[in-house]
Antibody, heavy 120, light 106 residues
Framework: EVQLVESGGGLVQPGRSLRLSCVAS????????MHWVRHSPGKGLEWVSG????????GYADSVRGRFTISRDNAKNSLYLQMNSLRADDTAFYYC?????????????WGPGTRVTVSS | EIVMTQSPATLSVSPGERATLSCRAS??????LAWYRQKPGQAPRLLIF???SRATGIPARFSGSGSGTEFTLTISSLQAEDFALYYC????????FGQGTKVEIK
């Protein structure tokens, strides 16, 4: 059974940084692209960033490009999202989501999410 | 960016009845379209991919159709757990979601 567990969320002041982590199990992590997707009441679901299985292809939403960095460690079955220069509109539930072989895909498994609140 | 528009925003349906949800893309996405259900306090769950293929473990009451710019999700007989939010997502060019349709009890 696929399991994805996020951690690292919390309350942070505007302009500060936060690093999210996701540990995966139940599938061959190194074979699949992985993504971060966020959900906020005002914006609904928004794809944030994705990374190919070997980490060589990376994509970002325009809203986070230049501020967020996605990475993965296949030896640790882990996905990360470094979030810098956080803004109030980054407040959301952040989900780790499993993609497919290609980085352009749907998301077939999701973690329970971690809440990020950006507020002074 | 491809814009996905879902309608209606809210659908009121009685248990056991059929629900039909629509999703329109601002340009063709071929059949690269997925549907998700999100219950309150939970992560989204994949229902349909490739516009019409049911994901693993999804019951047959869920069906998807369409191609190009017009798509439909049909739930043939609503069960208690189906009263939730539904999102469509295109993955033909980037990845964008619709704003969601809330299916509520009539």
């Amino acid at each position: 059974e696929v399991q994805l567990v996020e951690s690292g969320g919390g309350l942070v002041q505007p302009g500060r940084s936060l690093r999210l982590s996701c540990v995966a199990s139940g599938f061959t992590f190194e074979d699949y692209a992985m993504h971060w997707v966020r959900h906020s009441p005002g914006k609904g679901l928004e794809w944030v960033s994705g990374i190919s299985s070997n980490g060589r292809t990376i994509g970002y939403a325009d809203s986070v490009r230049g501020r967020f960095t996605i990475s993965r460690d296949n030896a640790k079955n882990s996905l990360y999202l470094q979030m810098n220069s956080l803004r109030a509109d980054d407040t959301a539930f952040y989900y780790c989501a499993k993609g497919r072989i290609t980085i352009f895909s749907y998301f077939d498994s999701w973690g329970p999410g971690t809440r990020v609140t950006v507020s002074s | 960016e491809i814009v996905m528009t879902q309608s209606p925003a809210t659908l009121s349906v009685s248990p056991g009845e059929r629900a039909t949800l629509s999703c329109r893309a601002s340009q063709s996405v071929s059949v690269n379209l997925a549907w998700y259900r999100q219950k309150p306090g939970q992560a989204p769950r994949l229902l349909i991919f490739g516009a019409s293929s049911r994901a693993t473990g999804i019951p047959a009451r869920f069906s998807g159709s369409g191609s190009g710019t017009e798509f439909t999700l049909t739930i043939s007989s609503l069960q208690a757990e189906d009263f939730a939010l539904y999102y469509c997502q295109q993955y033909n060019n980037g990845r964008t979601f619709g704003q969601g349709t809330k299916v509520e009890i009539k």
